[in-house]
């Protein structure tokens, strides 16, 4: 595909890279995707040193391309799902859109696809991996000679060209036939080096090649490209939203069903656009954000929020929710944050609505094992091999800590806030306690009509999560009234539904053994200093947990304990600036 000069370079990869790769990638026979571009340069041409068109190439591998007529697919490309922004993006693009079908593959000892790259691997290799995309068609009754001569010479000489990872080669799909079959061959390769040495010279100037080429091949064509970007599940790329790595300007972009954003930084957005209202201070940030979501292995949707750093590589940190809250509970600390120190710009935050926040939680019970799984599916589906680091409150903290146990190969390091070890005794009565509250006020959201929390469980929710005394140095009663009724809003708001079977997770646990034998990275406790007996027993967790990564025996429990004073429940919503100067301190000092 080529883009016209009539179409910014940040609304192109921003359109392709956030909206129409992740649609396809959601759907379940679409397995992976890829976008190349060319470094085939034209030399002495009318259009000077720009690249032959068309200059990007997009791949993707299709488990059946019968899907490809189905609606599943064809739905896409409809009115209502495909979106304005689409429609006009790809008015200004040149686009030459193929189908084939797979023949016959070769690929060298140790291969590892390009989307199973980790992403040490892809900074080293990935994008030095290059594509030669070779297609031809061949003069009537010759394909069995071409077939012949590529399986028993040219396969076996191409193996042996230094830097050489594979070969795919593909036909003109029967779902759509063409006048002239077309053979395509995808020959992969580690870099630029590879298709263009001796070896690779010697294999082309072979008697029987001459004379395939010479007889069998009617028309030939070769494009030789790099690897750009590879596409994932759901959208993630924060460089074409930031007006200091991209040309041009993209705008704030939400999708027809409302489910996905992408929030460009301020500058690299009209001048004409004004900010968000202040009443909505999760749908702006100085840094570029997406929101989208993510899909579980059983069905279950997870909204998300990620923002930060434009590196695709930048180290992440994902924040966990406590039961009954939004994501939007981090926002003071997140701002906070990115402002207080230009360390901390190099970090991308990940936030997710906790499996039970919304209706749909699927069929199986949720327990911290479950909770665990998303955390590494949203790893898995944004193609972050390891997160710098899990932080979490409550159902959130005991989540952060238990993914740390179960999978510390994808864990930098955990704070796990205002949590237990283990569920206090009767918490299943508690948490029914709670449940019937709920279901007696029988409160209902305007929009919907599902059944909510509702205000009774609410306040006394929040009312037991925050500091009550007045007086408190730290900030005023007016800004702490205003959080309080922020967060149970908040509550009020959650599913009645979800609420049942999240707070399952709670009902009986124990994670002490475990925590005995950890061996991943020093992580922390955080607690709140007001937060009733969590203080002391949180402060005993720290010696709970074993010596951490094999090698450094000896040198104590692999955990800190830091205090956030005069705080609750929710020390990031009630001291902010607090928590960040703990949480800032203790990922520098790492």
């Not at 068309?54 to 791949?59: K, M, N, R, V, Y």
């Not at 028993?152 to 036939?177: D, M, N, Q, Y």
């Amino acid at each position: 595909m080529q883009p016209g000069d009539n179409l910014s370079v940040a609304q192109f990869h921003d359109w392709y890279n956030n909206e129409h790769g992740p649609t396809r990638l959601r759907l379940p026979f679409i397995k992976n995707g890829f976008r190349f571009r060319t470094t085939d340069m034209m030399s002495g041409s009318p259009s000077a040193s720009r690249p032959v068109c068309p200059e990007w190439l997009a791949i993707y591998d299709v488990t059946d391309m019968a899907e490809m007529k189905r609606e599943p697919y064809l739905r896409l490309r409809r009115e209502g799902v495909k979106s304005q922004r689409e429609k006009e993006t790809m008015a200004k693009i040149t686009i030459d859109r193929r189908l084939y079908d797979f023949v016959e593959s070769r690929e060298k000892d140790g291969y590892v696809p390009l989307d199973a790259l980790t992403g040490a691997e892809m900074e080293l290799e990935g994008k030095q991996r290059v594509l030669v995309a070779i297609i031809q068609t061949l003069h009537p009754g010759k394909e069995e000679e071409f077939n012949r001569w590529y399986r028993e010479e040219h396969l076996p000489l191409l193996s042996k060209v230094p830097g050489w990872l594979r070969t795919r080669r593909f036909v003109s799909s029967a779902i759509e036939p063409t006048a002239n079959r077309e053979y395509l061959s995808l020959h992969e390769y580690v870099s630029l080096d590879g298709p263009s040495g001796p070896e690779f010279k010697s294999m082309n100037a072979t008697p029987w090649r001459e004379q395939v080429m010479a007889d069998l091949v009617k028309d030939r064509s070769r494009r030789v490209y790099e690897h750009y970007y590879t596409f994932g599940a759901a959208p993630r790329d924060l460089t074409s939203l930031s007006s200091e790595t991209h040309t041009g300007v993209t705008v704030p972009f939400t999708s027809p069903d409302g489910f996905t954003k992408t929030l460009p930084t301020p500058s690299s957005s009209p001048s004409s656009s004004p900010p968000p209202p202040p009443s909505l201070p999760s749908s702006w940030s100085p840094v570029p954000a997406i929101e989208s979501y993510i899909t579980t292995p059983d069905g279950v949707t997870l909204p998300y929020r990620l923002e930060g750093s434009t590196n695709p590589h930048a180290p992440l940190i994902l924040l966990s929710n406590s039961i009954l809250t939004h994501y939007e509970i981090w926002d003071d600390f997140i701002s906070t944050f990115f402002s207080s120190s230009p360390e901390n710009c190099q970090y991308r935050i990940l936030r997710y609505l906790t499996r039970g926040r919304l209706q749909n939680c699927g069929e199986q019970p949720i327990t911290l094992d479950v909770l665990a799984d998303d955390i590494v599916t949203i790893l898995d589906t944004l193609r972050v091999p390891k997160a710098a680091a899990l932080i979490g409150v409550s159902l959130g903290g005991v989540t952060v800590l238990n993914t740390a146990l179960k999978y510390p190969e994808r864990t930098g390091t955990f704070i796990a806030c205002d949590t237990n070890a283990k569920s206090p005794d009767g918490n299943r009565e508690v948490w029914a306690q709670r449940i019937a509250m709920a279901e007696s006020e029988g409160a209902v959201a305007a929009d919907t009509g599902e059944a909510i929390i509702g205000s009774q469980l609410a306040e006394v929710t929040v009312r037991r999560w925050f500091v009550q005394e007045e007086g408190n140095d730290h900030v005023s009663q007016l800004e702490r009234d205003r959080r309080m009724r922020r967060v149970s809003e908040m509550v009020r708001r959650n599913s009645l539904e979800g609420f049942k079977k999240g707070s399952e997770a709670l009902f009986q646990y124990d994670l002490r053994e475990e925590m005995g034998s950890y061996r991943g990275q020093k992580g922390a406790f955080l607690v709140g200093d007001r937060d009733g007996v969590l203080p002391k027993t949180m402060k005993e967790m720290v010696g709970m947990m074993g010596n951490g990564v094999i090698g450094k025996e000896g040198e104590g429990p692999a955990a800190e304990f830091l205090v956030v004073e005069a705080a609750g429940h929710l020390p990031m919503v009630e001291r902010p600036e607090r928590f960040e100067e703990l949480v800032s301190r203790f990922l520098r000092e790492r």
